[in-house]
C-alpha cells in the first residue's frame, strides 16, 4: 500500500449510486464493480489520478480485456518472425543485404470513432500515431496504406456520409503528405452499417537492421536512468482517447468527447521524425543501449508505466518538470494524449545527447512554441509507479498492478441470421449491367482519393496506390515490400467467418499477384458490443477465420503459418439504436519479392497476347456488386478452399519470378468482367488495348460467370509461354483456363458458348469506372 | 577531378531532401543536406538545391517564410555570382517569393497561386508530362522538343503574374524552362495536360541569367526507370536526371 499526499476518492465506501454519479461526473467509465476492484488491488481508496489511470488501463482499447483469449488463438510464430504482436509493433524478416540482416516493421490501427465525431483531425491523428508505432522501434518509416469504410452515400445519411469521407480523406492526405510519407495501398466500401460509425483504419511499414531494433521496455541495468518525454507541450487534448474508443457512440454526447479527439501536428512530427533518426544514428555509434516508446493512449502514464514494468523497475515521476502549454491537474498532464511524443528511457551520460539533438540541432521550440525534449523522471529499483505534483505524491501503486490490465470471459452466442438466394431474371446483353458494376462505388477507380495522397514521396514507390492489386516499394538493395489491405463488409454480414477467411485469401492474393510472396499479416478487428453475446459470436467467428486462412494458406512451398505479427482491435463500433457495423476484421498483407525488377502490374502489355484464367467461376454472389444492384445481399458467399488457394499463389508467384507473365490481376469486386475491364483500363484508366474472350463455360448462367466473386487471377502472357504456364499450374492440381486474347480493337468483348455477353467500348468503360466514385465525393 | 559541391538546404517542414540528395549524388556531384540552422558555410558550396516539402508549415503563403529566412539572403548573393540554384516544388515556391526568379526587376513578379483543377481540390499527385523550352543551368543536355514524364505533388503549383507581358517577355528570354505538354509534346492549355491552370503551361521558370530554376514538378522523384509508373521495374537511369547533369555540366564550364 503505497503512501500518498493528497486526498483519496472514498470509493469503498460509496454506494453503488453514488459511485457511478461521481464517476460520470468525472468522465470515468469503469464499471462500479471495476473501481472497487481497484481498493482490493492497492489496499486502500485511490487518488483521483489514480481512478483516471486505471480508467484507462482498463479500457478495452488498452487492456483487450474481450479480445485477449480470443486473439491468443491466432498464428504469431513462425521462422520469419522477429517480434511478433507485444510491442508497438510486429517485425518480420526480409532477408541479408551487404552481411546485415534485416527487418519490416508493420502496424495497423484503427481511428474509428475520432474520424467519426471530428473526421479531419480524427483521421490525421490515426496516421499520427501509426507512424510514431513504427518509429518507436527504431526504424525508418516507409509507407501507409489506409483501409476507409463510410456509410450509404445515397442513404438517409447522404450528407454526413459525403462530409465524413471528403474530411478523413482531406485528414490522412493532409498529415502524411507534410511528414513525406508515401501512401501504397489502401481500399474503400461504402455501407449502410458505416452510416453513424465510419471505420477508419491505417497500416504503417519501416525498415530496420535486426541489431538495431529498439524496444517498448527500458534496457537491462537500467536502475536510475532518466525518463526523458520529447514533444509537443501536454495540453488537455485527447485527454480520455483511450476510454472514448470503448464507447458506443451516441449523440447526445458526441459534442462532449470532441474534446478527446487529439489534435495534429504533422509539421512538428516531421522535425521529431528527423532528429529522431539522428538520435538513432548516434546512439548506434555510441553502442548506447536505450528504451523508446510512443505516447498514445493513456499518455506520460502508460508510456512510462509500462517502459519500467516490462522491464522489473518501477518509476518515478515528477510532472511539474513536463512542459504543458496551460495549468492542467495533474491526471490530466499524466493521461491526456496529446500528440506527437514520444518517451526515452537512457543513461544519464547520453541524455544530454538527446536533449542536444531535440531542443538544440532540430530547435523544436522554434517549430512549436514550448515543443522540447526534457527528463521527467527516473527508473527505479522498487516496483512501484510514484508520481508527483506541485511537490505531493498523487500516485503510488505497486506498477505492475497498473500495467496487468484485466480481463473478461464474453460471452458468445449464434444470432439468427436467415439469407437466402435472389432470383434474377437472366439478361441477353450484360453491357447495361455490366457499366453499373464498373461505376458502382465499391468498385470503381479511387483515384480521385488517392491522387489527393503523396504516393511517390521517398523516390522508393515502384508500383503506386491503384495500379495493381498492392503497392510495392523499394526498401534496400533489390528487395522490394509489396502492401495490401483487404475485407469485404458484405461477406462478413452474411457469415463472419468466410468473411474474414476471405478477407485474409484476398489480401494474400493481392500481393502475390505482383510477384510477392505473402510474409505476414496484421489484422485490425472492428467490431460491435463485446457485452452483446450475438456481436462476440461475430468477433469469434472473425477470428477463426484469420486463423484457418493464415495456417492453411501457408508460407510460400512451406507448412508454416503467414504470421500475424501486429493488429488491434476495435470494439462498440455501433450506431446509437445498437446496430453493430458490418463485422470486419480488416486484414493487411505484407509481401516480400529479392528482386522488384521482376514486379508486375494489372495494366495489359501488348495487344497479341493470351488471357487466362485461374480459378473456377462458382455459384457464389452472396454480397457481390451485381446482387447488391439488384438490392440483394443473397447467401452464397465465395467460399475459401485452402488448397486451391496455395495452388493459386505458389503458381502465380512462380510464374512472375520465371517473368512468364505480361500483367495479373486477382478476381474480386465485381467478379471476372471487372477485372478484365481493369486490366484494359490500367490504373490511370490511359489503357488502349481490347480483348476478345471467348470461352465455353459449362454448368452456370451467364450472368454468374461475369460477376461472381469466387477467388481466382486472370493473367496476361505472351503465346509462347501459355504451355509453360498451364503446366506449372497443373502441378497444383489446377487448370489455367484459356479465356482468350487481346486485340488492337478499343473493346471488351465476352463471349460464351457463342453467346455475346458483353461488347462495350474501353471509352464507356473508362466513364464509367472513373466517375462512380468520384461523384460520391462531390 | 574534384566533384563539385552542392548543397542540399532543409527548412523545418521539408520532406523531399533525401531523394533530393540522391538526385545530386546520381548525377556525379557532391552532396550535403544542410540544416537551416546550422553553423556551417553555406557560401563553400558549387550550388544549391532546394527542395521540396512544406517550409516553415506554409504558414502565411508557401515558401515566404522561408524566403525571409538569413539563409536564403546569403544564397541569392551566391547566386549573383553565377551560382546554380535549383528550387523543387515548395523549393520554387520559395524562389519565387524571393523575387530571384523570374527577376527581371528586382521584385517579386510571380506567385505560385493554388491549382485550378476540376477533379482534385488542393493537394494534387499525378504523373505528367513536361518539355524543356528554355535555355539555363538546368536544360543544357535536353534536346528540343524532349519531353519528359515527372511526378507532381502540390497544391499551389500554378504560377501566375499580373503583367500578361512578362510572360511574352520570359518566352523571348528563354526563361520559360519547362511547360506542360502532352506525351508527344503538344502544348495543350488544359486539364489533365495542364495540371494546374499554370499560365502558358509554365512547370518550371528560370531568371534571365539561366542560373536559377524554380520547378514545381518532382524529376528528383523519377530518375530512375523502376521509379515509372508501367514500365519495367529496371535500375536504368532517366531522361530527368539529366536536369541534375547539366547542372553539373554547367559548373565544369564555369
Known amino acids: 500500500?503505497?503512501?500518498?499526499?493528497?486526498?483519496?476518492?472514498?470509493?469503498?465506501?460509496?454506494?453503488?449510486?453514488?459511485?457511478?454519479?461521481?464517476?460520470?461526473?468525472?468522465?470515468?467509465?469503469?464499471?462500479?464493480?471495476?473501481?472497487?476492484?481497484?481498493?482490493?488491488?492497492?489496499?486502500?481508496?485511490?487518488?483521483?489520478?489514480?481512478?483516471?489511470?486505471?480508467?484507462?488501463?482498463?479500457?478495452?482499447?488498452?487492456?483487450?480485456?474481450?479480445?485477449?483469449?480470443?486473439?491468443?488463438?491466432?498464428?504469431?510464430?513462425?521462422?520469419?518472425?522477429?517480434?511478433?504482436?507485444?510491442?508497438?509493433?510486429?517485425?518480420?524478416?526480409?532477408?541479408?543485404?551487404?552481411?546485415?540482416?534485416?527487418?519490416?516493421?508493420?502496424?495497423?490501427?484503427?481511428?474509428?470513432?475520432?474520424?467519426?465525431?471530428?473526421?479531419?483531425?480524427?483521421?490525421?491523428?490515426?496516421?499520427?500515431?501509426?507512424?510514431?508505432?513504427?518509429?518507436?522501434?527504431?526504424?525508418?518509416?516507409?509507407?501507409?496504406?489506409?483501409?476507409?469504410?463510410?456509410?450509404?452515400?445515397?442513404?438517409?445519411?447522404?450528407?454526413?456520409?459525403?462530409?465524413?469521407?471528403?474530411?478523413?480523406?482531406?485528414?490522412?492526405?493532409?498529415?502524411?503528405?507534410?511528414?513525406?510519407?508515401?501512401?501504397?495501398?489502401?481500399?474503400?466500401?461504402?455501407?449502410?452499417?458505416f452510416d453513424d460509425n465510419c471505420l477508419v483504419n491505417v497500416v504503417c511499414l519501416g525498415m530496420v537492421k535486426e541489431k538495431d531494433i529498439l524496444h517498448s521496455y527500458a534496457p537491462k541495468n537500467s536502475e536510475g536512468y532518466d525518463i526523458i518525454v520529447v514533444g509537443k507541450p501536454t495540453d488537455n487534448s485527447g485527454f480520455g482517447g483511450a476510454a472514448f474508443a470503448s464507447l458506443i457512440l451516441d449523440e447526445d454526447t458526441k459534442e462532449s468527447n470532441k474534446s478527446a479527439v487529439q489534435v495534429p501536428d504533422p509539421f512538428l512530427k516531421n522535425m521529431i521524425i528527423r532528429a529522431t533518426y539522428e538520435?538513432?544514428?548516434?546512439?548506434?555509434?555510441?553502442?548506447?543501449?536505450?528504451?523508446?516508446?510512443?505516447?498514445?493512449?493513456?499518455?506520460?502514464?502508460?508510456?512510462?508505466?509500462?517502459?519500467?514494468?516490462?522491464?522489473?523497475?518501477?518509476?518515478?515521476?515528477?510532472?511539474?518538470?513536463?512542459?504543458?502549454?496551460?495549468?492542467?491537474?495533474?491526471?490530466?498532464?499524466?493521461?491526456?494524449?496529446?500528440?506527437?511524443?514520444?518517451?526515452?528511457?537512457?543513461?544519464?551520460?547520453?541524455?544530454?545527447?538527446?536533449?542536444?539533438?531535440?531542443?538544440?540541432?532540430?530547435?523544436?521550440?522554434?517549430?512549436?512554441?514550448?515543443?522540447?525534449?526534457?527528463?521527467?523522471?527516473?527508473?527505479?529499483?522498487?516496483?512501484?509507479?510514484?508520481?508527483?505534483?506541485?511537490?505531493?505524491?498523487?500516485?503510488?501503486?505497486?506498477?505492475?498492478?497498473?500495467?496487468?490490465?484485466?480481463?473478461?470471459?464474453?460471452?458468445?452466442?449464434?444470432?439468427?441470421?436467415?439469407?437466402?438466394?435472389?432470383?434474377?431474371?437472366?439478361?441477353?446483353?450484360?453491357?447495361?449491367?455490366?457499366?453499373?458494376?464498373?461505376?458502382?462505388p465499391n468498385v470503381a477507380s479511387k483515384a480521385k482519393c488517392y491522387n489527393h495522397y503523396d504516393k511517390n514521396v521517398q523516390g522508393n514507390s515502384i508500383i503506386e496506390s491503384g495500379q495493381a492489386d498492392a503497392g510495392l516499394i523499394r526498401v534496400v538493395g533489390k528487395y522490394g515490400v509489396a502492401l495490401s489491405v483487404d475485407n469485404n463488409p458484405r461477406y462478413g454480414m452474411i457469415d463472419p467467418y468466410l468473411g474474414a477467411a476471405n478477407a485474409t485469401a484476398e489480401a494474400m492474393r493481392n500481393v502475390a499477384a505482383v510477384g510477392a510472396i505473402p510474409s505476414a499479416l496484421t489484422d485490425c478487428l472492428n467490431f460491435g458490443n463485446p457485452e452483446k453475446p450475438e456481436q462476440f459470436y461475430d468477433f469469434k467467428e472473425a477470428v477463426?477465420?484469420?486463423?484457418?486462412?493464415?495456417?492453411?494458406?501457408?508460407?510460400?512451398?512451406?507448412?508454416?503459418?503467414?504470421?500475424?505479427?501486429?493488429?488491434?482491435?476495435?470494439?462498440?463500433?455501433?450506431?446509437?439504436?445498437?446496430?453493430?457495423?458490418?463485422?470486419?476484421?480488416?486484414?493487411?498483407?505484407?509481401?516480400?519479392?529479392?528482386?522488384?525488377?521482376?514486379?508486375?502490374?494489372?495494366?495489359?502489355?501488348?495487344?497479341?497476347?493470351?488471357?487466362?484464367?485461374?480459378?473456377?467461376?462458382?455459384?457464389?454472389?452472396?454480397?457481390?456488386?451485381?446482387?447488391?444492384?439488384?438490392?440483394?445481399?443473397?447467401?452464397?458467399?465465395?467460399?475459401?478452399?485452402?488448397?486451391?488457394?496455395?495452388?493459386?499463389?505458389?503458381?502465380?508467384?512462380?510464374?512472375?519470378?520465371?517473368?512468364?507473365?505480361?500483367?495479373c490481376h486477382d478476381i474480386s469486386d465485381g467478379g471476372l468482367a471487372t477485372c478484365l475491364a481493369e486490366m484494359m483500363l490500367g490504373g490511370s484508366a490511359d489503357g488502349t488495348i481490347g480483348m476478345e474472350i471467348n470461352f465455353n463455360y459449362p454448368h452456370l448462367r451467364d450472368d454468374k460467370i461475369l460477376f461472381s466473386e469466387s477467388a481466382g487471377f486472370v493473367v496476361e502472357l505472351e503465346k509462347k509461354n501459355v504451355e509453360k504456364v498451364q503446366k506449372l499450374f497443373a502441378k497444383y492440381q489446377l487448370i489455367a483456363h484459356e479465356l482468350g486474347e487481346t486485340s488492337k480493337s478499343d473493346s471488351l468483348k465476352i463471349i460464351n458458348n457463342g453467346k455475346k455477353l458483353v461488347d462495350i467500348k474501353i471509352n464507356k468503360m473508362k466513364e464509367a469506372w472513373t466517375t462512380g466514385f468520384a461523384k460520391v465525393l462531390e | 577531378m574534384d566533384k563539385k559541391n552542392i548543397a542540399v538546404v532543409y527548412f523545418p517542414g521539408n520532406n523531399c531532401e533525401i531523394e533530393t540528395l540522391e538526385a545530386v549524388k546520381a548525377a556525379g556531384m557532391?552532396?550535403?543536406?544542410?540544416?537551416?540552422?546550422?553553423?556551417?558555410?553555406?557560401?563553400?558550396?558549387?550550388?544549391?538545391?532546394?527542395?521540396?516539402?512544406?517550409?516553415?508549415?506554409?504558414?502565411?503563403?508557401?515558401?515566404?517564410i522561408a524566403a525571409k529566412d538569413p539563409v536564403m539572403n546569403l544564397i541569392k548573393e551566391e547566386a549573383k555570382k553565377g551560382k546554380p540554384v535549383l528550387g523543387i516544388c515548395n523549393g520554387a515556391q520559395v524562389l519565387i517569393e524571393t523575387g530571384m526568379v523570374p527577376n527581371t526587376q528586382d521584385k517579386v513578379e510571380f506567385a505560385l497561386a493554388p491549382n485550378i483543377n476540376p477533379f482534385v481540390k488542393g493537394y494534387y499527385n499525378v504523373w505528367v508530362n513536361m518539355k524543356s523550352s528554355g535555355k539555363n543551368a538546368f536544360t543544357k543536355l535536353f534536346s528540343k522538343n524532349e519531353v519528359l514524364y515527372v511526378p507532381i505533388a502540390h497544391g499551389e503549383g500554378r504560377f501566375i503574374t499580373?503583367?500578361?507581358?512578362?510572360?511574352?517577355?520570359?518566352?523571348?528570354?528563354?526563361?520559360?524552362?519547362?511547360?506542360?505538354?502532352?506525351?508527344?509534346?503538344?502544348?495543350?492549355?488544359?486539364?489533365?495536360?495542364?495540371?494546374?491552370?499554370?499560365?502558358?503551361?509554365?512547370?518550371?521558370?528560370?531568371?534571365?541569367?539561366?542560373?536559377?530554376?524554380?520547378?514545381?514538378?518532382?524529376?528528383?522523384?523519377?530518375?530512375?526507370?523502376?521509379?515509372?509508373?508501367?514500365?519495367?521495374?529496371?535500375?536504368?537511369?532517366?531522361?530527368?536526371?539529366?536536369?541534375?547533369e547539366s547542372m553539373k555540366k554547367y559548373l565544369k564550364r564555369k
Not at chain 1, 349 to 372: H, P, R
Not at chain 1, 402 to 419: D, L, M, Q, V, W
Not at chain 2, 34 to 53: A, S
Open chain 1, 1 to 193: 500500500m503505497g503512501k500518498v499526499d493528497v486526498d483519496l476518492v472514498y470509493v469503498s465506501s460509496m454506494s453503488d449510486a453514488a459511485l457511478k454519479k461521481f464517476m460520470q461526473k468525472n468522465a470515468i467509465s469503469l464499471k462500479v464493480e471495476e473501481a472497487r476492484k481497484i481498493v482490493k488491488l492497492i489496499g486502500r481508496n485511490p487518488t483521483i489520478t489514480e481512478l483516471h489511470i486505471f480508467n484507462i488501463q482498463w479500457s478495452e482499447h488498452s487492456s483487450y480485456k474481450s479480445s485477449r483469449p480470443i486473439l491468443k488463438t491466432l498464428p504469431t510464430k513462425a521462422p520469419n518472425v522477429i517480434l511478433g504482436p507485444v510491442e508497438d509493433s510486429g517485425i518480420i524478416e526480409l532477408g541479408m543485404h551487404k552481411g546485415e540482416k534485416y527487418g519490416i516493421v508493420m502496424s495497423h490501427e484503427s481511428h474509428n470513432h475520432p474520424s467519426q465525431v471530428v473526421p479531419y483531425e480524427g483521421a490525421a491523428t490515426g496516421i499520427g500515431g501509426i507512424i510514431r508505432d513504427i518509429l518507436c522501434m527504431g526504424s525508418r518509416i516507409l509507407a501507409t496504406a489506409d483501409p476507409l469504410r463510410f456509410g450509404n452515400p445515397n442513404g438517409k445519411n447522404k450528407d454526413h456520409v459525403k462530409y465524413v469521407a471528403n474530411e478523413v480523406i482531406n485528414g490522412i492526405a493532409g498529415y502524411s503528405n507534410a511528414v513525406g510519407i508515401p501512401n501504397i495501398a489502401g481500399d474503400i466500401y461504402f455501407d449502410d452499417s
Open chain 1, 279 to 440: 538520435v538513432f544514428r548516434e546512439a548506434r555509434k555510441k553502442k548506447v543501449k536505450l528504451g523508446f516508446k510512443d505516447m498514445g493512449a493513456g499518455g506520460i502514464m502508460c508510456a512510462s508505466s509500462e517502459l519500467c514494468a516490462d522491464a522489473g523497475y518501477g518509476a518515478e515521476i515528477d510532472l511539474d518538470k513536463v512542459n504543458v502549454s496551460m495549468d492542467i491537474p495533474s491526471f490530466i498532464i499524466a493521461c491526456s494524449e496529446t500528440q506527437e511524443r514520444f518517451t526515452w528511457i537512457s543513461p544519464k551520460s547520453f541524455t544530454k545527447k538527446i536533449l542536444e539533438i531535440y531542443n538544440e540541432k532540430f530547435d523544436l521550440g522554434s517549430v512549436a512554441e514550448n515543443a522540447k525534449a526534457v527528463v521527467v523522471g527516473k527508473v527505479t529499483k522498487k516496483k512501484d509507479y510514484l508520481v508527483r505534483h506541485k511537490g505531493k505524491i498523487v500516485c503510488n501503486a505497486a506498477v505492475d498492478v497498473i500495467t496487468s490490465g484485466i480481463r473478461y470471459e464474453r460471452k458468445a452466442k449464434k444470432p439468427k441470421r436467415n439469407f437466402s438466394e435472389p432470383n434474377i431474371k437472366e439478361r441477353k446483353s450484360y453491357n447495361e449491367t455490366f457499366l453499373k458494376v464498373l461505376s458502382h
Open chain 1, 544 to 663: 477463426r477465420g484469420i486463423k484457418d486462412a493464415a495456417e492453411q494458406i501457408s508460407y510460400f512451398k512451406t507448412k508454416n503459418p503467414v504470421p500475424i505479427i501486429s493488429g488491434n482491435v476495435s470494439f462498440y463500433n455501433e450506431s446509437s439504436n445498437g446496430k453493430a457495423v458490418a463485422p470486419s476484421p480488416v486484414i493487411a498483407c505484407l509481401g516480400i519479392m529479392k528482386d522488384y525488377s521482376k514486379a508486375i502490374d494489372m495494366k495489359l502489355k501488348t495487344s497479341d497476347s493470351v488471357l487466362l484464367m485461374i480459378g473456377n467461376r462458382k455459384d457464389e454472389l452472396g454480397g457481390s456488386i451485381y446482387y447488391d444492384l439488384h438490392k440483394e445481399l443473397g447467401k452464397n458467399v465465395p467460399g475459401v478452399d485452402f488448397d486451391e488457394h496455395k495452388g493459386m499463389i505458389y503458381g502465380i508467384i512462380e510464374s512472375i519470378d520465371q517473368r512468364l507473365l505480361l500483367s
Open chain 2, 30 to 64: 557532391n552532396g550535403k543536406i544542410l540544416r537551416w540552422n546550422t553553423q556551417q558555410d553555406l557560401r563553400k558550396f558549387d550550388g544549391y538545391v532546394i527542395p521540396g516539402g512544406w517550409a516553415y508549415e506554409d504558414r502565411v503563403r508557401a515558401g515566404i
Open chain 2, 162 to 244: 499580373k503583367e500578361k507581358s512578362l510572360v511574352e517577355k520570359l518566352e523571348r528570354n528563354g526563361q520559360i524552362a519547362f511547360k506542360y505538354c502532352t506525351g508527344s509534346g503538344k502544348i495543350e492549355n488544359k486539364f489533365p495536360v495542364n495540371p494546374n491552370g499554370s499560365m502558358c503551361n509554365i512547370a518550371a521558370l528560370s531568371n534571365k541569367e539561366g542560373n536559377v530554376m524554380a520547378m514545381m514538378p518532382h524529376p528528383e522523384r523519377a530518375i530512375w526507370q523502376r521509379q515509372f509508373p508501367g514500365s519495367k521495374k529496371e535500375d536504368n537511369k532517366t531522361a530527368n536526371l539529366k536536369i541534375f
